[in-house]
């Protein structure tokens, strides 16, 4: 069995979209900040013992990251109804409801209400990385869904966010 689901990565300028997918997908990681005019795409694929066959089932998941800035609004909302899970990045260094609730609406919005996504907070590597525990709590309870702490600089919690994606996409 092959299955191909796509997930879209939203958030603010500079908040790490890039970088987590890069982490993801190749193993690296740059300081240097590179801007994503449009869309950048990536694939995974993730493999697992078929219960009905001797090969292994595949899910391939299309990664797309896409830029937040105003002029590729249209772009965006495309590529957002197409899609079957959404990443919102945020800066664990700057919370604000601003770098948040748009993003959902946005989702709402263009991807519709069935299609299921969560919180990045990225940058975990950066200031009191002790709190993030109960941070995550926080905005759980508060925006009604699940975060995952992650750092795209150490690759803390990258594997196991899209693992967990994965997981409810098979
Ligand atoms: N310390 C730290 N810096 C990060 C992390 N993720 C991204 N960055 C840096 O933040 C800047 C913006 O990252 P980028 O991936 O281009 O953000 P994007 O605009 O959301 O795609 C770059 O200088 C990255 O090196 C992280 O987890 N920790
Ligand atoms: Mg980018």
Redesign the pocket.
Same mark, same amino acid.
């Given at each position: 069995m092959r299955i191909q689901k796509k997930i879209c990565?939203v =958030?603010? /300028? =500079? @908040? =790490?979209?890039? %970088? !987590? *997918? *890069?982490?993801f997908t190749k193993g690296t990681? %740059?300081? %240097?900040?590179? *801007?994503?005019l449009g869309v950048d795409f990536y694939e995974h694929t993730f493999s697992k013992p078929s219960a009905k066959s001797e090969k292994d089932d595949q899910l391939i998941i299309q990664i797309w990251?896409l830029? %937040?800035q105003i002029s590729f609004a249209t772009m965006r909302s495309q590529y957002l109804s197409f899609s079957n899970f959404v990443i919102i @990045?945020v /800066?664990?260094n700057r919370i604000t409801n601003e770098f948040i609730q748009p993003w959902i609406d946005d989702i709402r919005k263009h991807a519709g209400e069935d299609v299921p996504f969560l919180i990045a907070l990225?940058?975990? /590597? !950066?200031l009191e990385p002790e709190n993030a525990e109960k941070i995550v709590k926080e905005l759980e309870a508060r925006y009604n869904m699940k975060v995952f702490p992650?750092?795209?600089?150490?690759g803390?919690n990258i594997r196991e966010m899209f693992a967990y994606i994965a997981n409810s996409l098979w």
């Open positions: 990565l =958030g603010n /300028d =500079g @908040v =790490g979209k890039t %970088s !987590i *997918v *890069v982490r990681f %740059s300081n %240097s900040y590179l *801007v994503t990251d830029a %937040s @990045v /800066d664990y990225n940058k975990t /590597d !950066i992650t750092s795209a600089k150490t803390d």
